[in-house]
């Protein structure tokens, strides 16, 4: 399901404040494209990034990490797709209430037909720099398609997944108080093995469930469920395990770091760690 020895890589940059658009431009150019693509029809809404962000930022949004799919054709290159990582004011200003983690508006758009608009909830957690999203049963993702009238829609959706930050946090809160035995915590990485990796019935993943819940730094190891979702989100998008293939060769797992794929593994492990919170609850 996600590459673990070769990725489509993009280009990407996450800062402790809210990034310039000199920035932006450096790492993800296509939010700044001033038309689509040339393939897209008369049809095609074009929604443009940088004037949304505009309009965001004057509601107190401000974007903290950037990243854009790195393309193979060079056409498409300041069209393609790009993901940012939006925080209210409202957070930022309130930092001793956020904790180790804030929540974020996670924004998706291309101007080439490559994705549809998107918001989404994510939840960025300071010590290790995980990025995470979140699924649209825990937060509202909104959702507007390149046709017919969007500009109105898009500041009122950003409200939406803002609101919903709520039961996100809640949610992390929520995990932070629940104990896993050794078995239980064993259990979420096996299943977070198989969201990792695409294997053929019977074949062993490249890495094991011990790898996935070994912590990177010592304020990790404990046992709730928000550590080991952590701990098992880190090692299995960020890579650097080391591994062997079916055939004996040893190889390091590589990071997550096409566009899609993290944010479709992502989702998955929270999924992963909302149905373990229910069960424990």
């Known amino acids: 399901m996600f590459p673990f020895f070769r990725v489509t890589a993009a280009s990407s940059l996450t800062a402790a404040r809210a990034l310039t658009d000199a920035e932006l431009r450096r790492v993800a150019p296509s939010v700044f494209a001033e038309a689509a693509h040339d393939s897209r029809s008369a049809r095609y809404a074009y929604i443009a990034t940088a004037e949304i962000l505009a309009g965001l930022r004057k509601e107190g949004f401000e974007v903290f990490s950037a990243r854009q799919s790195r393309c193979r054709s060079e056409d498409r290159s300041e069209h393609t797709k790009h993901l940012l990582r939006l925080r209210h004011i409202s957070q930022v200003e309130n930092v001793a209430k956020v904790g180790d983690s804030v929540g974020e508006i996670v924004l998706l758009n291309s101007h080439d037909g490559s994705s549809s608009y998107q918001m989404m909830g994510g939840m960025f957690r300071f010590i290790c720099s995980n990025g995470m999203v979140v699924p649209e049963g825990v937060c509202q993702t909104v959702k507007v398609h390149h ?135």
């Open 147 to 281: 046709a017919g009238k969007v500009q109105d829609k898009v500041v009122a959706g950003a409200y939406e997944v803002l609101d919903g930050l709520t039961r996100v946090i809640e949610s992390r809160d929520e995990m932070r108080g629940i104990v896993l035995s050794s078995g239980e915590q064993q259990a979420f990485a096996q299943a977070a093995l198989g969201l990792r990796f695409d294997l053929p019935e019977g074949q062993a993943a490249p890495v094991s469930a011990e790898q996935l819940l070994r912590p990177r730094r010592q304020e990790d190891g404990a046992a709730d469920l928000w550590s080991t979702f952590n701990r098992v989100q880190e090692n299995s998008v960020k890579g650097g395990l080391q591994g062997r293939l079916s055939n004996g060769v040893r190889r390091s797992t590589r990071a997550v770091t096409g566009i899609d794929q993290d944010v479709k593994l992502n989702r998955a492990l929270w999924t992963l760690a909302e149905e373990m919170r229910r069960l424990k609850a």
